[in-house]
C-alpha cells in the first residue's frame, strides 16, 4: 500500500481529505507522524505558492508522496480579502471565532447581493517523478451572523450556492459533496488513482 503525507496538522482539514480518500489504497500520514518536521510557514502571495511551498517542505524532510493545501475565503465586495491571510485574518495566533468576527464586521450593512464570496483550494501533490495541482472553488454568499456547528473557519457564515444552510449547518457528507476541498480532491484522485 502506497504510502501519502498529507502537509498539515489541522484536524478538520485531515479528516475532510480522509473520507473523500477512503478507498483508494493508502495508507495516508499526518505532520503527526513526523513529530519533528520544519516549521511551515505560509508566507506565499497566493494560494499555489503556500500549497507548494508547503509540499516541498514537507516532501524533503518525509522522502514520501505529499499532498499539500492551501485554501481560504475571498470576499468579492472586499476584493478578495481575506484571501491567503484566510487563517490569520484577526492576526496572528487568532481564532476561527474571531476572524468570522473581524470580517462580519467589515461587511456590516452591505446589501445581500453584494455578500457574494467563494471558497478556493489549491492542492499541490509532490513526490519522485510526480508533480500535480489542481484547483477548486465553491461560490456563495455571506451569512448577516455565525450559524451551525459543524466545520472550522468561515464555516458558519458561508452559504453555498443552492443551499440556504451554511457550510456549519452541513454534515461533513453534505459538505464533500459541494466544498471547494472537495472539487480539489475529486480531480486530484484521478492522478492518485493512476499512481496506486
Not at 475565503?73 to 484566510?86: A, Q
Amino acid at each position: 500500500m502506497k504510502k501519502l503525507i498529507l502537509a498539515t496538522s489541522n484536524r478538520h482539514k485531515i479528516e475532510e481529505i480522509k473520507s473523500i480518500l477512503k478507498d483508494l489504497p493508502l495508507e495516508i500520514l499526518t505532520l503527526t507522524d513526523f513529530p519533528n518536521y520544519p516549521p511551515l510557514i505560509e508566507d506565499g502571495r497566493t494560494f499555489e505558492e503556500n500549497s507548494r511551498k508547503k509540499a516541498i517542505i514537507v516532501h524533503q524532510h518525509t522522502k514520501l508522496l505529499t499532498l499539500a493545501d492551501d485554501s481560504g475565503l475571498e470576499v468579492f465586495y472586499l476584493n478578495g480579502r481575506p484571501g491567503v491571510y484566510s487563517a490569520r485574518y484577526a492576526g496572528e495566533n487568532t481564532t476561527d471565532a474571531l476572524n468570522n468576527e473581524k470580517l462580519l464586521r467589515e461587511m456590516r450593512g452591505v446589501a445581500p447581493r453584494r455578500r457574494r464570496a467563494q471558497f478556493r483550494a489549491v492542492l499541490t501533490l509532490l513526490g519522485d517523478g510526480v508533480d500535480e495541482t489542481t484547483e477548486g472553488v465553491c461560490l456563495g454568499k455571506l451569512a448577516e451572523e455565525p450559524r451551525g456547528t459543524n466545520g472550522f473557519g468561515y464555516d458558519p457564515i458561508f452559504i453555498p450556492d443552492g443551499y440556504t444552510q451554511t457550510y456549519a449547518e452541513l454534515t461533513l457528507e453534505e459538505k464533500n459533496k459541494i466544498s471547494h476541498r472537495a472539487r480539489a480532491l475529486e480531480r486530484m484522485r484521478e492522478k492518485l488513482a493512476r499512481l496506486v
